[in-house]
C-alpha cells in the first residue's frame, strides 16, 4: 500500500520571546532582550496568539497543520496561557 505525501509545512513561534530560560549557548534569540524597548511585553499577547493560530490554518497547504510553540520552560508563561492556545487549537 503506498501512501501519497500531503503538502505540509511547519511554522515555529517563540511566544516567551527573550524571557527563555534555558539559555542554551547556540540559542539566536537571547542577545535580543535588550534590545526590547518602549514597554513592550515580552509575552505574545493573547489576541496575536490568536491571529496566529486563525492565519497558521488558513495558510496551511494541506489537512495537517503543525504548531511548535519554542522557548523555555512552558510554565513561564502560565499553564492557562497554553490551556487557551490548545482550546484555539482545536
Known sequence: M?????????????????????????CYYIDKAGSRSGGASWRMDEALVELFIRERFASAPGPVVH????????????????RKIRYLQR
Do not use: I, M
Not at 503506498?2 to 547556540?26: E, I, M, T, W
Not at 519554542?70 to 496561557?81: F, N, R, S, V
Open 67 to 82: 504548531f511548535e510553540w519554542h522557548g523555555g520552560e512552558p510554565t513561564l508563561l502560565g499553564l492557562d496561557y497554553f
Open 2 to 26: 503506498s501512501v501519497s505525501p500531503k503538502p505540509d509545512f511547519l511554522v515555529l513561534a517563540k511566544p516567551a520571546g527573550a524571557r527563555c530560560n534555558l539559555h542554551c549557548q547556540y
